[in-house]
Nanobody, 126 residues
Framework: QLQLVESGGGLVQPGGSLRLACTTSGLTLDDYTIGWFRQAPGKGREGVSCISSEDGTTYYRDSVKGRFTISRDNAKNTVYLQMNSLKPEDTAVYYC???????????????????WGQGTQVTVSS
């Protein structure tokens, strides 16, 4: 059975860092492109980042470029999102999602993805 489980969320001060992990099971991660999304209170879910299965190319929404880094460890079936220089506006529930696809085209579209995790809360506050 395919499962995605996010972890690593928590409360952090502005300027701090967190590393989120998305641990998968029931699949061969090499075959999947992975995206991270987030949903802030009262707002819609938005795409944050993506890493392709084809060659590991990464993509980011503009507001996190230079601060967030997505990576994957296929041997561990895990994808990471390193988040640095966090801001209060990064506060949200963060979700990982996967699709059997080579590329991150349309990576910010929720409809691209086949399966989702349950989310992990990230709160940036002093």
């Amino acid at each position: 059975q395919l499962q995605l489980v996010e972890s690593g969320g928590g409360l952090v001060q502005p300027g701090g860092s967190l590393r989120l992990a998305c641990t998968t099971s029931g699949l061969t991660l090499d075959d999947y492109t992975i995206g991270w999304f987030r949903q802030a209170p009262g707002k819609g879910r938005e795409g944050v980042s993506c890493i392709s299965s084809e060659d590991g190319t990464t993509y980011y929404r503009d507001s996190v470029k230079g601060r967030f880094t997505i990576s994957r460890d296929n041997a561990k079936n895990t994808v990471y999102l390193q988040m640095n220089s966090l801001k209060p506006e990064d506060t949200a529930v963060y979700y990982c999602a996967i699709v059997r696809d080579y590329y991150c085209s349309r990576f910010m579209s929720q409809s691209k993805y086949e399966s989702w995790g349950q989310g992990t809360q990230v709160t940036v506050s002093s």
